[in-house]
């Protein structure tokens, strides 16, 4: 190879080596951004959990459930972490011993001979008997939480849901103070600001009061949704052409997250649902507020409707 190919090859290798490194630092910075914009949204969010006004939605390193914050979900919460998990953990705990029990106690080198016991009586009966009643433990507490939940107190407020692809519409009735309806989408997140959660926020929230129970009229208009906030306790399913109902009673202003929690399509994972619950005084404002703001645009719209025709 003559000298000049040498230093063509060289000259090649110091490129390629030059683009590899490039591509190197790229990446590097990359990820220097990403973990920069991850701290400073979970600093965020950990400060605003702190002050108590949002809901819903899972921290960093989180473990347990997500905190109710209303009769039914703290209900939800007694039943799993105070019924069922110790049940869990009882019975591991008793067939992880039983089965070392068998292995150290029933092994060849301990138990030469096998036993011929065919059936026993007393144990065929324990072993039919204890689980019934922990059937029964569980079914009493499981039996009052969904009474609970289907049997719906008289509610000082209505919400309309519909579920579509992919966002969800709220309707206020007139009949109690509201005659109108709007869109709620999820946020691009060039549209975030400062605090808004990253697939969580959306550009028009449903707002209620404090310390009212609300009744929430969920249906859609294409597919089959799930409408889905774990603080308040409630998953109810959006069915074309029905009309399902469920309820809620928020106990503290904040901010509450949820999602819609059924496959429904390419974007079902970016249909957010927020509810602001706030002081009665603040919902009659932005009742008065809303009435104008979105009746003016259901107005605007049907005109044009009628304009194209």
């Not at 969904?146 to 309707?171: E, F, M």
Request: with cysteine; aromatic share 10%; charged share 20%.
């Amino acid at each position: 190879m003559s000298p000049g190919e040498d230093a063509a090859k060289c000259s090649r290798g110091a490129t390629r080596a030059m683009i590899d490194f490039s591509g190197v630092a790229r990446a590097a910075k990359s990820a220097r951004t990403g973990l920069a914009a991850f701290a400073a949204m979970t600093s965020a969010t950990a400060a605003m959990a702190a002050d108590g006004g949002v809901f819903g939605h899972a921290l960093p390193g989180q473990m347990k459930l997500i905190e109710g914050e209303t009769p039914i979900a703290r209900e939800i919460d007694f039943f799993h972490n105070g019924v069922l998990l110790p049940i869990i953990v009882v019975i591991s705990l008793f067939v992880l011993g039983l089965l070392i029990y068998v292995m150290v106690r029933f092994n060849e080198k301990a138990n030469p001979v096998p036993s011929r016991t065919t059936h026993h009586a007393l144990l065929e009966v324990a072993w039919t008997i204890v689980p019934v009643l922990i059937l029964v433990v569980i079914a009493v507490p499981s039996f009052r939480l969904l009474t609970h939940q289907l049997v719906l107190p008289k509610g000082d407020l209505t919400v309309k849901v519909t579920g579509k692809q992919w966002y969800w519409s709220y309707d206020y009735p007139k009949d109690e103070g509201g005659g109108f309806g709007f869109d709620s989408l999820m946020k691009d997140e060039k549209d975030l600001k400062p605090g808004d959660l990253r697939l969580l926020a959306v550009d028009n929230e449903a707002v209620v009061p404090v310390n009212k129970v609300v009744r929430v009229q969920v249906t859609a208009a294409d597919v089959i949704h799930s409408f889905v906030i774990q603080s308040f306790g409630i998953r109810i399913d959006a069915v074309p052409g029905r009309l399902n109902e469920t309820w809620f009673k928020a106990e503290k202003e904040g901010v509450y997250y949820g999602q819609c929690s059924k496959i429904c399509g390419k974007d079902h994972a970016f249909m957010p649902i927020v509810f602001r619950v706030v002081s009665e005084q603040k919902y009659a404002e932005w009742l008065a507020a809303a009435k104008k703001k979105y009746a003016s645009a259901a107005d605007r719209a049907v005109a044009l409707a009628d304009a194209s025709r």
